[in-house]
């Protein structure tokens, strides 16, 4: 079941937009907490599970275990690379290209929509969550998964540098979609967003994303890749002194002996923020 469309979102997505990369190299080093937060969440053999904005795939799996054969999980994205690269995780879900403000699903058929990293990326996650909201069955659940816009790096050995890095990222995203830092805030604000939409009983959990040196491979991977290279890196070079761009170079430099990540001193911190609302 296909539906196209070319609506743009607020952080430019679109059916091609590619975040295939990126969001492997997430759902790999934030596995362990994703998993928790899914389990937290009860699920029963035979809910019928909807992923809005299911990116790779690789919490379809996860959604899986918890529902058993008897359930069934259905993964929904907007941007076809990550469609089809969700087909190649290989489980048993029913995989669908939609958009969440119009989304190709029966009403009142799901118990449960779970949706992660996803709200923030829409020009109004009000009326996104109330479109969501007429999937669910009556005494069914949305749940909100978002971790930080931006990963914040906890630099143990020196916070001046830490505050630098942290702003240059978000000045930069602010210049690249041309956007005030008050347009991003629903990102900071799920729990305020269920109860706007109408969803009764709202509770919110955190799970702490910490690691330490030294990083297993997952870890290590997701934040040469996602972080050094992917966000920082050149782009930040026009929002630093240069000196401080010239540390952070080094610090990304996996040949440099100043590489961060091995350094025994080594610490990364990042939420995972989990709300939950009933219908």
């Known amino acids: 079941m296909t539906q196209m469309t070319t609506a743009s979102g607020l952080l430019g997505d679109t059916p091609s ?5 990126k969001l492997r190299l997430f759902n790999a080093f934030a596995e362990p907490e994703i998993r928790q937060a899914i389990a937290s969440l009860a699920l029963q053999p035979g809910m019928r599970v909807l992923d809005a904005g299911c990116g790779t795939g690789e919490a379809l799996r996860w959604l899986v275990e918890e529902v058993g054969p008897s359930g069934e999980v259905i993964g ?16 048993r879900s029913l995989l669908i290209q939609g958009n969440i403000v119009d989304p190709p699903i029966a009403p009142a058929s799901v118990d449960l929509v779970w949706s992660v990293n996803v709200i923030n990326h829409l020009r109004s996650p009000i009326a996104g969550l109330q479109s969501l909201m007429r999937l669910i069955r009556p005494g069914g659940r949305v749940a909100l998964g978002q971790s930080s816009l931006l ?6 050995w020196d916070s001046r540098l830490e505050r630098l890095v942290n702003e240059a990222v978000r000045q930069y995203y602010r210049d690249r979609y041309q956007l005030d830092e008050r ?12 109860r706007e939409a109408g969803l009764r009983h709202v509770r919110v959990r955190t799970f702490m994303i910490e690691r330490l040196a030294p990083l297993r491979g997952e870890d290590a991977n997701y934040l040469l890749e996602a972080i050094f290279r992917g966000t920082w890196g050149p782009r930040l070079q026009p929002y630093l002194a240069s000196s401080d761009h010239e540390e952070v170079m080094r610090l990304c430099d996996p040949d440099h002996r100043d590489f961060a ?11 995972f923020t989990l709300a939950v609302g009933d219908i």
């Open 76 to 91: 929904m994205d907007l941007a076809m690379p990550h469609i089809r690269a969700a087909h190649t995780i290989g489980d």
């Open 151 to 156: 990963p914040d790096m906890y630099f143990a």
């Open 17 to 21: 937009r590619d975040y295939t990369g």
């Open 183 to 194: 347009e991003l805030t629903s990102i900071r604000a799920i729990a305020g967003l269920l």
């Open 261 to 271: 990540l091995r350094r025994p001193d080594f610490h990364f911190l990042q939420s």
